[in-house]
Nanobody
Framework: QVQLVESGGGLVQPGGSLRLSCVAS????????MDWYRQAPGKQRELVAA???????NYGHSVKGRFTISRDNAKNTVYLQMNSLKPDDTAVYYC?????????WGQGTQVTVSS
């Protein structure tokens, strides 16, 4: 089992940037595939970005070209750099760790994009 703690959310104006962090503890971070999901009020949780334990990345259509996922295995941390933020990016952002058939979730961090 891995424990995940997200941080870096907040209020930002449209066009601004934020960087989210997710720190993992309790297991060997480097073996995990890591994802960022988000959930807006009244909407289903959706995949934002994913990075495998080998460093391959994948992005949701709505964030491609604006968001970048990365990981630092030495710091047990996965990041989500979010640029050119839009009001539609407003949501709670969750970190997920996946290995084999097991997945663990963080508690989420709120991102609000508003002027």
């Amino acid at each position: 089992q891995v424990q995940l703690v997200e941080s870096g959310g907040g209020l930002v104006q449209p066009g601004g940037s934020l960087r989210l962090s997710c720190v993992a503890s309790g297991s060997i971070f480097s073996i995990y595939n890591m994802d960022w999901y988000r959930q807006a009020p009244g909407k289903q949780r959706e995949l934002v970005a994913a990075i495998t334990n080998g460093g391959s990345t994948n992005y949701g259509h709505s964030v491609k070209g604006r968001f970048t996922i990365s990981r630092d295995n030495a710091k047990n941390t996965v990041y989500l750099q979010m640029n050119s933020l839009k009001p539609d990016d407003t949501a709670v952002y969750y970190c997920r760790a996946v290995v084999g058939g097991r997945q663990d979730w963080g508690q989420g961090t709120q991102v609000t994009v508003s002027s």
